[in-house]
T-cell receptor
Framework: EAQVTQNPRYLITVTGKKLTVTCSQN?????MSWYRQDPGLGLRQIYY???????DKGDVPEGYKVSRKEKRNFPLILESPSPNQTSLYFC???????????FGQGTRLTVV | AQSVTQLGSHVSVSEGALVLLRCNYS??????LFWYVQYPNQGLQLLLK??????LVKGINGFEAEFKKSETSFHLTKPSAHMSDAAEYFC???????????????FGQGTILTVHP
């Protein structure tokens, strides 16, 4: 089954404690992105990747890092989480720039 | 640059009534337009997409949307609402600006659809 898998689904952490949210897709897609969803703001892109070792900033990249060492994986790293990063995070992948994006189930992160 | 505006953060309809969710976009190049639906505690699922073929696009679950370039709109409709349609709906735009596209979707703020019995 074609899917994008994120882990964990829920995470509560403390300010400053480094964390990684994993994302993996099994569709051999070139493009992968991370979004955060906040009430009244829709989804905003954090980082994206066009291929292995090619990543770039989206609209709200501050406080986040990503890497793309393998085509299927695109982890999101928060080196020093802060409460304003409490949000719902989605990973997405697509085969080309303007085709359907497939989304993971989301990771609800709470930073206290 | 591209942007999306969804008019109305909440829409409430009765079961069997027409559903109309509004979306206006801004894009400097011909856009690709999408509607996604998000059910509670789930990810986003594609309802339909416009990619410069037919201006009237039919999607899943009886939804359709019409691309109107003159109005820069891509409103989502369904003739008869069902209780299972209750969800949050997102309009999104993607634009290929001279070959520099990179899979970025710009989303609207979302519209929560409530369906009353």
């Amino acid at each position: 089954e074609a899917q994008v898998t994120q882990n964990p689904r829920y995470l509560i952490t403390v300010t400053g404690k480094k964390l990684t949210v994993t994302c993996s897709q099994n569709m051999n897609h070139e493009y992968m992105s991370w979004y955060r969803q906040d009430p009244g703001l829709g989804l905003r892109q954090i980082y994206y990747s066009m291929n292995v070792e090619v990543t770039d900033k989206g609209d709200v990249p501050e406080g986040y890092k990503v890497s793309r060492k393998e085509k299927r994986n695109f982890p999101l790293i928060l080196e020093s989480p802060s409460p304003n990063q409490t949000s719902l995070y989605f990973c997405a992948s697509s085969s080309t720039a303007n085709t359907e994006a497939f989304f993971g189930q989301g990771t609800r992160l709470t930073v206290v | 640059a591209q942007s999306v505006t969804q008019l109305g953060s909440h829409v409430s309809v009765s079961e069997g009534a027409l559903v109309l969710l509004r979306c206006n976009y801004s894009s400097s190049v011909p856009p690709y337009l999408f509607w996604y639906v998000q059910y509670p505690n789930q990810g986003l699922q594609l309802l339909l997409k416009y990619t410069s073929a037919a201006t009237l696009v039919k999607g899943i679950n009886g939804f359709e949307a019409e691309f109107k370039k003159s109005e820069t709109s891509f409103h989502l409709t369904k003739p008869s609402a069902h209780m299972s349609d209750a969800a949050e709906y997102f309009c999104a735009v993607s634009a290929d600006a001279g070959g520099t596209s990179y899979g970025k979707l710009t989303f609207g703020q979302g519209t929560i659809l409530t369906v009353h019995p």
